[in-house]
């Protein structure tokens, strides 16, 4: 499937149907989870079958329900751009996901890290995880602001490939929907910014997957 088509059908789903992924696909993403780690330097490892992570009065409240599967995201303490590259490569799982027909949710806080069987090392750090399953919906689209608004470019003036993208980073999922990126066009070079906000910076990993994931176009 079209990888715009992918970030366009993709939402967040907190309740999931009390249904096992398929061996298949569970080999598909834990083959790509290791590509990831290969690349990154992350831990990334993704949980079958564990109902306890959860399991606790914060997912309650969270409204989350069955969610028994779920991707940690993991990575060495002393790096700089950890979360960062956490909503990078997690972006990446997350779409393939999508293309499998599962659903997912990026969970920062509403989850048990106490109880989460992810294993981490003592010089690494439970950056979050991203719910996943075969969701009871495919949740809905979330509010956006116009992409004039998020980067330096008006829309009049907007090559075909920036737009796509631009697109493409609006649409990305960020914490409380708070959309605290800017994206800047220099000539053709492309550089996109973390403006000061909780977890904007997994936010910018996330956004620029999606960025580049749709330009073929790295940015900085």
């Known amino acids: 499937m079209d990888v715009k088509q992918l970030i ?15 061996e298949d696909i569970r080999m598909q993403l834990d083959e790509l989870a290791e ?3 290969k690349e990154s330097g992350l831990s990334i490892q993704v949980i079958y079958d564990d109902p306890d992570c959860f399991n606790n009065l914060i997912a309650h409240y969270g409204k989350f329900r069955n969610v028994n599967n779920y991707i940690a995201l993991v990575g060495k303490k002393k ?15 997350v779409l393939k996901a999508q293309e499998l027909g599962l659903n997912t949710c990026w969970v920062a806080g509403s989850y048990s890290k106490g109880k ?6 003592s010089d690494e750090k439970l950056v ?9 919906t495919s949740g ?5 602001k116009p992409v004039s608004k998020l980067c330096n470019v008006d829309e009049a003036d907007m090559p075909s490939w920036f737009r796509n993208g631009m697109v493409a980073a ?4 960020t914490a409380l929907n708070q959309q605290k990126f800017f994206v800047t066009l220099n000539g053709d070079e492309v550089i996109i910014t973390a403006q000061k906000a909780v977890y904007a910076r997994l936010d910018l990993g996330i956004v620029k997957y999606n960025f580049e994931a749709v330009t073929g176009k790295k940015v900085k």
Not at 116 to 121: I, R, S, W
């Open 170 to 173: 609006m649409m990305a999922p």
């Open 140 to 144: 809905v689209k979330h509010k956006s």
């Open 8 to 22: 366009k059908d993709r939402h967040s789903v907190r309740q999931y149907k009390d249904m096992k992924i398929d």
């Open 116 to 121: 989460c069987k992810a294993v981490v090392g």
């Open 35 to 37: 590509e990831c780690n």
């Open 79 to 93: 790096s700089e751009k950890l979360d960062e590259t956490c909503g990078y490569f997690g972006q990446r799982i």
């Open 128 to 136: 979050c995880v991203i719910a996943l399953g075969y969701g009871e």
